[in-house]
């Protein structure tokens, strides 16, 4: 069984340029959630994709943006990249959508924006 | 408002020792979910535990056991023997009805672990 991947592994940008990560659910996920970590904090939710539709969404303005294919992978897309962008990025997959089941992290990417 | 308040921002222990990390949460919904992650230095959450709202049953694997108490609305988390290999950061984290799958996570405690 493949656990959840993500890619790129580290990403360094310019202010104002746009970034994709990409994720890979594991095998029988067709959840995925996205996740941002600052140095120091915990993870904050940015939103979650279920069957191809945004299905929940956290404090996180509309330049951050995904999309969910029908292999369950899932993208992230940030457009206008700030200084505080800059964090470790998760992506989350679980077997349903809704609370209770568990979630199951990637590697994370680790986004610098300079 | 959902919350989850992890006072302990880092501990540190020599090996063998017993340890607990403390995890209080804030909730008005009856029908919730209790987790906890170990990140270690490489960045991956690792899942470690899944209690619903209904089962305040104490759980015990291995050399760990974690402690649900409704009454005080706390899930701690105890280590015992703790070894070099427990060094990490254990982030608790609760999901809560009418949120989908979001997890509210606490702000995390850095444990550390000397030989």
């Known amino acids: 069984e493949t656990g959840v991947t993500q890619s790129p592994t580290h990403l360094i940008k310019t202010r104002g340029q746009q970034v994709t990560l990409r994720c890979s659910s594991q095998?029988?996920?067709?959840?995925v959630s996205w996740y941002q970590q600052a140095l120091g904090q915990g993870p904050q939710f940015i939103f979650q994709y279920y069957r191809e539709e945004e299905n929940g969404r956290g404090n996180f303005p509309p330049r951050f943006s995904g999309l969910q294919f029908p292999n369950y992978s899932s993208e992230l897309n940030v457009n206008a990249l700030e200084l505080d962008d800059s964090a470790l990025y998760l992506c989350a997959s679980s077997p349903e959508e809704g609370q209770g089941y568990e979630q199951y992290f990637g590697p994370g990417t680790r986004l610098t924006v300079t | 408002a959902q919350k989850v308040t992890q006072a302990q921002t880092e501990i540190s222990v020599v090996e063998k020792e017993d340890v607990t990390l403390d995890c209080v949460y804030e909730?008005?919904?009856?029908?919730?979910?209790l987790f906890w992650y170990k990140q270690p230095p490489s960045g991956e959450l690792v899942f470690l535990i899944r209690?619903?709202?209904?089962?305040?049953q104490n759980e015990i694997s291995g050399r760990y056991s974690w402690n649900f108490q409704k009454s005080t609305s706390s899930f701690n988390f105890t280590i015992t023997a703790s070894q070099v290999v427990d060094s990490a950061v254990y982030f608790c984290?609760?999901?809560?009805?009418?949120?989908?799958?979001?997890?509210?996570f606490g702000q995390g405690t850095e444990l550390s672990v000397k030989p």
């Open positions: 095998s029988g996920h067709n959840t």
């Open positions: 909730t008005r919904d009856t029908t919730y979910y």
């Open positions: 984290a609760l999901s809560a009805d009418n949120q989908g799958g979001k997890l509210i």
């Open positions: 209690r619903n709202s209904f089962d305040e």
